[in-house]
């Protein structure tokens, strides 16, 4: 009677040994497959391991050696899921229990082995620095050496020491032609113009991460010019641009020009051979209450760094309070180019950041004054909570950048707002789990691309802040479930390095499938064949073929619609709110990893 059992277990090894044997032999001669989807770079050891299949496969997988010879893994193709954008069917090889530090493919007989990928700790850390490096090489006004820039140095473009003040920006003080100087600041996209308003989410991001992980970016070298200095790297960088957007601030009554740019787009030539006239234009009060927030926020982040920036912090508070005082007296003045183009010349056609409604970031700027200051005369001055939502931050809708600013500072605060802090903590948690509901089911198990919605122009930027806000409810949950949020924030950062429909890493330089022909001037212009490193691609776009008409798109699937042509400025552009979200993103779960808080099992 104990025979069989045994017998059986005899055979069953003898089959699963053979069976490793032949798929090993196998394996050896597989093509690399696009078919097989996972983050490029790799995975943590203790954390989720996921990659996924496109098409209609099953059976084993394996976990291979890099170079194809030894099976370290095998496991089982999960049921069939349905991508219930474009029907198509999908497996998951989850291969979460294998955590030897080493570099590895997946291998799926029949179909083929992945792009490399490794496993060990910090290894999303390059990426993180690669990203922040990102924006030295948006620098305007300054020489990229090739000690900092390597192959991608450049001479300085855009000096901006003569901006021409446009009639729609005309003071008494400073008619239309004044010539003014507002040097630095970070060229804003693909583009070589200069915005207030998308300063202000990019700016937030990054004094966000400082807050949040002041120890950890302390120790990211990013090879800049002040990378010897006493200020973390990340923190200097944001420095470049903050001292610009100082500089478009009227002196004389506290408003904010709402950008600084060219009359019209330049052609796609390198920043030192554009040189048309460059003006400041038009006072707003979405620029001023985004200048704002982001000089109080950075009033509080330079704080700790008086000795090294003296006085700057305090600076930074006094231009916040004047901008909130003109913005009380202009409360309604929206930016409105065509408007504007009709009653002055010359046109201005380039980036609009339009927005009809100031009301999230008056509840920004109101925020981040009253958090700084501890002046409820502030916070007294909006409703912090309008409605039921917690929308998902982006430039034109800043409302929850103000949630995550209290979450952080919550032991900090007065009788009078501490009093909202557990409605502050359902409105995060609320939108985390109606990010996460439902991921676990769908064809690439990430949190990004639960909608067709998802798939906007900036989508890879979507699916960065839809991280952050998981991370946010994962800081200040006090569920035992919270490293769930987690789990899907490191889900997202996947999806970003390649776990997703069309299988590119978004990320310029970072994986084996990158963006080759971004849409951006530099990468187009100075003769190398590799794109500038570690800027994000727009992503996936629905409306792409409409919206840029660049021919070369083969389908209009949602998840699909992606060209990697620099004429594709609708899902191939670059952008610094798109970069900075991935900066948080990959940084701070590297910062949490550090603290062993990454773990699959919970």
Known sequence: MTARPFIRTLFQSATLAAALIAGRVQAQNQPLSDAIRLNQLGFYPNAPKLAVVVGNVTGPFQVMTSDVKKVVFTGTLSEARTNTISGKITHLADFSAFTKPGSYVVVVPGTGHSYPFDIRTDVHRDLAIGAIKGFYYQRTAIDLPAKFAGKWARPAGHPDTRVLIHPSAASAGRPAGTVISSPKGWYDAGDYNKYIVNSGITMATLLSLCEDFPGYVKNLNTNIPESSNQVPDVLDETLWNLRWMLTMQDPADGGVYHKLTNASFDGMVMP???????????????????????????????????????????????????????????????????????????????????????????????????????????????????????????????????????????????????????????????????????????????????????????????????????????????????????????????????????????????????????????????????????????????????????????????????????????????????????????????????????????
């Open 272 to 602: 030192d051979k554009a040189t048309k006239d460059r003006y400041v234009v038009a006072k707003s009060t979405t620029a001023t209450l985004d200048f704002a927030a982001v000089m109080a926020q950075a009033s509080r982040v330079l704080k700790p760094y008086n000795s090294a920036l003296p006085g700057l912090a305090d600076s930074c508070l006094t231009a916040a309070v004047n901008a909130w005082a003109w913005a009380n007296a202009n409360p309604q003045v929206m930016y409105n180019q065509r408007e504007m183009n009709a009653r002055f010349d010359p046109d201005v056609t380039t980036g609009g950041y339009e927005d009809r409604s100031a009301d999230d970031e008056w509840i920004w700027a109101a925020t981040e004054l009253y958090v700084t200051t501890k002046d409820e005369a502030y916070y007294k001055a909006v409703n912090l909570f309008p409605d039921t939502r917690t929308p998902l931050p982006s430039w034109p809708m800043v409302r929850t950048l103000a949630y995550y600013t209290l979450a952080r500072n919550s032991s900090n605060l007065t009788a009078i707002v501490r009093k909202d802090v557990p409605k502050l903590n359902q409105h995060l948690t609320s939108m985390a789990d109606s990010l996460i509901n439902g991921a676990d089911r769908q064809a690439f198990q990430t949190v990004m691309g639960k909608s067709a919605k998802d798939f906007i122009w900036g989508s890879s930027s979507e699916a960065a802040n839809q991280g952050i806000a998981l991370i946010q409810a994962y800081r200040y949950s006090t569920s035992p479930n919270r490293n769930r949020y987690l789990r899907y924030a490191l889900g997202n950062l996947d999806y970003l390095l390649g776990r997703n429909a069309v299988g590119y890493s978004f990320v310029t330089g970072y994986g084996d499938k990158t963006p080759l022909h971004p849409h951006h001037r530099p990468s187009v212009a100075d003769g190398i064949d590799a794109p500038v490193p570690g800027l994000l691609s727009g992503g996936t776009n629905a409306n792409a073929a409409r919206q840029d008409k660049c021919s070369g798109y083969t389908t209009t699937i949602a998840d699909e619609v992606y060209l990697d042509a620099d004429c594709s400025y609708a899902s191939n552009e670059i952008a610094i709110n798109w970069n900075a979200p991935l900066v948080y993103l990959a940084a701070a779960l590297e910062a949490l990893q550090n603290e062993q808080k990454v773990n699959p099992g919970q």
